[in-house]
């Protein structure tokens, strides 16, 4: 069974662009969309991870945190 499709507006040069880089890659415009678009959700959620670790970066209380671990692993104990 097909997917249903449906029709968006675009102008004339983008639709150019988007039929020029599916040929080129050798898929469907809709295909090339989707892709667009998996690749813009994949950078959204690394940009969420790089403005979650810079918060940790702000974050005195991490790191101080992460001494008083670190210091923990030469307690002269055995695993």
């Not at 997917?3 to 988007?18: C, E, G, S």
């Not at 667009?36 to 101080?64: C, E, I, P, S, W």
């Amino acid at each position: 069974m097909a997917a249903a499709t449906t029709t968006i507006k675009v102008t004339p040069h983008a639709r150019d662009r988007i039929n020029a880089r599916a040929r080129a890659r050798g898929i469907t415009p809709a295909a090339l969309v989707e892709a667009l678009l998996d690749a813009d959700d994949r950078a959204q959620r690394f940009a969420a991870v790089r403005a979650g670790y810079a918060a940790l970066a702000a974050d005195d209380d991490y790191h101080d945190d992460v001494a008083a671990w670190d210091a923990t692993s030469a307690d002269g104990l055995d695993g």
